[in-house]
């Protein structure tokens, strides 16, 4: 039986995570994520799994790396510039397809930054970071019991498609503590890994690796990655909408800024503005079709994001120029309140006269 | 007739694309020779590096995981803590071991991972076309040292080994060379060991060995041995550097200790 406990966003990733059957953990300190290390390193020993506390963020991704190709259920956690350490890993994982969850609690950027949340690794989280032709399935929860489920799914999908998957929060999203359901790991059935390695005990020998000298044969497995990245970009996304039937202004923001977002509309709502709010839960594949569904009825889109604009782009892709698209941000760890966004709206309500 | 000398199972039966008188092709058989010797195929999991060895899994017969460059140890640490029953070693390069690599691999030795690295130390990035290496002799001219490497400009040979024999974590440290015919079988009985040492869950294990590179030298291969021998043995002096097993190579096997 499902019961409802109030849990710290950062306990509820790492207890989904162990839920999910994730068998190692690998990470390093940074805030603000410090909190998913120390869970871990206390509940992997009660469960037998494997805690370890890397040398840096560079060993940590790597030991999920060698976990993975093991066969076994691995993640790692961490923050904005030691995700940027991360990348290397990140490509590996993609070229050899195997599967991992990638936690980014993003902080304030670039450089050092701070510690405060931050939507400003968009670009990288969304357009793979490391090096090479690859996709890398975004999650962006905004609760956190939407944080506990996503991590389950993040574990099943990393299997299902042989990819490493990261989840995108902010510092924010790890410290807030909400009731939620500590649901069990749903039935999902994974197809058997006759790719890992457990020694070549009767069998011929396996490898896993990613270098391909031949051009034409390099070329094949980008094409082999893209139709699996096809695939994912047609299974995998989903999106909230709020209030969007009769809006004629369309707030679109994820995470954190989602959040903030839906608390505005409904001021604007109490004020008689028809504004609703799209929630990107997949930043990639991005929900690009309940875009342009729901620019079939907006008049305008109002981005919001926590960074000087990056979604922004992919929401003009999306609306292909159809609707006009604006955008608010405040980025370097500002976190504006409801009625901010609120003012926002109601500025563009009268200047464009909806 | 009885086979006196034959490929080992765990070869494949492949040409390699090793330059003449290169190590790799010797150190490659003596790992096989060992994995059917012990039976352990079945149990056995390499990590190479990136370099001229990255294409080990063309000759190994056995599961191969390939690593970015110098993250062996963390993949093979990653490996071992998820399946502690597999035999998992780590085959890197001195760039990969102790360049690029050096955090992980003293890191892996510290925290004792019962792993076990062979190390082939040539003094040079080979596939990348000769570069100065942490291992480079002094005074060895390379693409990247061309007027010879220079202390007081890049410092000096690292020993890696030596470093990480200290290491509390590390249960047998050896270094070995490819010089003559004695030595190399002094290098297989040390391999031969640290796999032990792994299976016997002492901690990790290490053993470097000290190879030729005649193409980035720009020696003849019969010369590389003898600089091999002549030189990078003075700079690199060979040996058991630690034993912690119950029959102490530094005591009764051939090896004398490191002066």
């Given at each position: 039986m499902d019961k409802k406990v109030l849990m710290k966003g950062t306990d509820a990733l790492g207890e989904a995570a162990i839920r999910a059957g994730c068998k190692c953990y690998f990470g390093y300190p940074i805030t603000p994520q410090n909190e998913v290390p120390e869970y871990m390193s206390r509940r992997m020993e009660e469960v037998g799994g494997v805690f370890l506390q890397g040398e840096s963020e560079i060993a940590s991704i790597n030991m999920v790396l060698g976990a993975a190709a093991s066969g076994v259920r691995a993640m790692t956690s961490s923050s904005s510039p030691g995700i940027s350490l991360k990348q290397e890993g990140l490509s590996f994982l993609a070229a050899l397809e195997l599967p991992a969850v990638i936690v980014n609690i993003n902080r304030g950027g670039p450089g050092l930054g701070n510690i405060a949340p931050s939507q400003g690794d968009y670009y990288q989280a969304t357009r793979g970071g490391g090096h090479g032709d690859y996709r890398m399935p975004v999650y962006a929860p905004a609760s956190v019991q939407e944080l506990y489920d996503i991590t389950m799914r993040a574990f099943d999908v990393a299997d299902l498609y042989r990819t490493p998957v990261m989840i995108l929060g902010d510092g924010m999203m790890g410290q807030i503590m909400e009731p939620i359901y500590v649901r069990e790991r749903p039935d999902v059935e994974i197809p058997p890994k006759d790719y890992i390695l457990d020694g070549a005990e009767g069998r011929p020998s396996r490898i896993v690796k990613s270098l391909i000298l031949d051009p034409s044969e390099m070329e094949e497995h980008n094409w082999k990655l893209k139709r699996k990245y096809d695939l994912m970009a047609h299974d995998l996304p989903q999106w909230e909408e709020f209030m969007t039937d009769d809006a004629k202004l369309t707030i679109i923001a994820y995470g954190t800024a989602a959040r903030i977002a839906k608390g505005a509309v409904k001021r604007a709502r109490s004020d008689g503005l028809k504004v609703g709010l799209l929630r990107p839960i997949t930043l990639w594949p991005f929900p690009d079709e309940a875009i342009r569904s729901v620019a079939k009825k907006t008049k305008l889109f109002l981005v919001f994001e926590m960074s000087t604009g990056q979604m922004v782009d992919d929401v003009r892709l999306a609306v292909e120029g159809k609707v006009p698209c604006e955008f608010y941000g405040r980025p370097g760890g500002v976190v504006p309140i409801p009625q901010e966004i609120a003012r926002i709206i109601e500025r563009y309500w009268l200047q464009k006269e909806l | 007739m009885k086979a006196v000398y034959t490929r080992p199972k765990s070869l494949k039966p492949v040409p390699n694309h090793?330059?003449?008188?290169?190590?790799h092709s010797i150190i490659h058989r003596l790992i096989c020779e060992l994995v059917d010797e012990m039976g352990i195929r079945g149990k056995i999991i390499c990590i190479p590096p990136a370099g001229c060895a990255v294409l080990a899994y063309n000759y190994f017969d056995f599961d191969v995981c390939e690593s970015a460059h110098g993250r062996g140890c963390a993949i093979a640490t990653g490996f071992k803590r998820a399946q502690p029953d597999k035999i998992v070693f780590t085959y890197q390069g001195d760039g990969d071991m102790a360049a690029i690599g050096t955090a992980e691999t003293l890191h892996a030795a510290n925290r004792g991972e019962k792993i076990t690295s062979i190390f082939v130390n040539n003094a040079v990035y080979g596939m990348t076309g000769g570069q100065m290496a942490p291992t480079t002799m002094i005074g060895q001219k390379t693409s990247t040292s061309p007027y010879g490497r220079r202390t007081d400009v890049e410092g000096y040979p690292l020993k890696i080994t030596e470093l990480i024999a200290m290491?509390?974590?590390?249960?047998y440290v050896a270094r070995t060379s490819l010089a003559t015919p004695a030595k190399i079988r002094d290098a297989k009985k040390a391999i031969r060991k640290a796999f032990e040492v792994q299976m016997a869950g002492l901690g990790y294990s290490l053993v470097e060995i000290l190879s030729p590179c005649p193409t980035n030298w720009k020696v003849s291969p019969r010369d590389s041995y003898v600089y091999l021998e002549e030189k990078m043995e003075k700079e690199y002096p060979i040996g058991v550097m630690k034993d912690n097993t119950a029959t102490k190579d530094t005591e009764t096997s051939c090896f004398r200790k490191p002066s």
């Open positions: - | 090793y330059c003449p008188g290169c190590g290491l509390p974590g590390a249960a």
